[in-house]
């Protein structure tokens, strides 16, 4: 089984609806993150989370939000989806002695119309 | 956290050397260099990370000269799996002050037969 995994995997949703993309993680790690990737863009960071009662804003954090269920469950919610966030949205985890080393999720390519 | 700079693309063929360099001039004294790979439609991958001189693990090398202004991670006789697009990173690697992790555009590296 894989160690962080995302659900769903693909998503097509209409503009205004509220969505909700989570991520569960076998690793063990406290650190979790929300990126997001546009084409020809990398990847942003949306939130982090360094356990289950510290959330952090990435670099493009209006119009999300999180929420850390457990250690192990990380999920990212859009309130009112728009065109403008599809894109294809990675979990990842880390442990706190080494958070550069960082282990993602397969993704999900969530589309809004 | 010091942005990085590295070429947009670069082309090589089944059993070459590659190195791709990556600037870092605003590289902090605590900063560790961190690369990432990344296939398309999946999530990046951990590839090897380090602090100055030079560091080997069985994917590939990282050399920092002195300054630490830049670094070049070195792949050895790539073959076509290797064709992928390639991220360096350069922040803190330990210490909950962790921010904002900026991934850039990456360089995408074709293989060619």
């Known amino acids: 089984d894989a160690d962080v995994t995302q659900t769903p995997r693909n998503r097509i949703t209409k503009t205004g609806k509220r969505i909700m993309l989570e991520c569960s993680q076998t690793k063990g790690h406290d650190r979790m993150y929300w990126y997001r990737q546009d084409p020809g863009l990398g990847l942003r960071l949306i939130y982090y989370?360094?356990?289950?009662?510290?959330?952090n804003k990435g670099e493009i954090s209006d119009g999300y939000s999180v929420s850390r269920q457990a250690q192990a469950k990380f999920s990212l919610s859009l309130e009112s989806a728009i065109p403008n966030q599809t894109a294809l949205y990675f979990c990842a985890t880390s442990d706190s002695g080494t958070p550069y080393e960082q282990y993602f999720g397969p993704g999900t390519r969530l589309t809004v119309t | 956290l010091a942005k990085t700079t590295q070429p947009v693309s670069m082309d090589s063929y089944e059993g070459q050397e590659v190195n791709i360099t990556c600037s870092h001039n605003n590289i902090a004294t605590n900063d560790y260099i961190t690369w990432y790979q990344q296939f398309p439609s999946q999530g990046p991958r951990f590839i090897i990370q380090g602090y100055k001189t030079k560091v080997t693990n069985e994917v590939a090398s990282l050399f920092i000269p002195a300054d630490r202004k830049s670094s070049t991670l070195s792949l050895p006789r790539v073959s076509l799996s290797d064709t992928a697009v390639y991220y360096c990173l350069v922040g803190y690697r330990r210490g909950s002050t962790l921010g904002r992790l900026y991934f850039g555009r990456g360089t995408q590296l074709t293989v060619w037969p």
């Open positions: 989370s360094f356990d289950v009662k510290d959330i």
